[in-house]
């Protein structure tokens, strides 16, 4: 069975920096696209983040040039760095991923749990 944990959320200040981690376990045969993603209260859930298969990142708008997604495919880790945090990134932060789930090039999408940012002004 896979799972995604997310950890790495906490309370910082505005203009904190956070590193958020993404950990995929389970029988697992390889991450193509993951994501971040974020929900803030009474709002829709939105992407932040996604780094391509091939390592290529692209980013929202609202998070360009503060963000940065990264993969480590042989520990199965996508990470988020964010910098510059505002009180507006308060959010949970959702991994979504790619798994490749047999050794056919068979993939399906997970969710994570996700993981509390506080970003207090």
């Known amino acids: 069975q896979v799972q995604l944990v997310e950890s790495g959320g906490d309370l910082v200040q505005a203009g904190g920096s956070l590193a958020l981690s993404c950990a995929a376990s389970?029988?697992?045969?390889?991450?193509?696209?993951a994501y971040w993603y974020r929900q803030a209260p009474g709002k829709q859930r939105e992407m932040v983040a996604v780094?391509?298969?091939?390592?290529?990142?692209d980013y929202a708008d609202s998070m360009k040039g503060r963000v940065a997604i990264s993969r480590d495919d042989a520990k199965k880790i996508v990470y988020l760095q964010m910098n510059s945090l505002k009180p507006e990134d308060t959010a949970v932060y959702y991994c979504?991923?790619?798994?490749?789930?047999?050794?056919?090039?068979?993939?399906?999408?997970?969710w994570g749990q996700g993981t509390q940012v506080t970003v207090s002004s």
């Open positions: 979504y991923a790619q798994i490749q789930w047999s050794i056919a090039p068979n993939y399906r999408y997970y």
């Open positions: 389970g029988t697992i045969f390889g991450i193509g696209d």
């Open positions: 780094i391509h298969s091939d390592g290529s990142p």
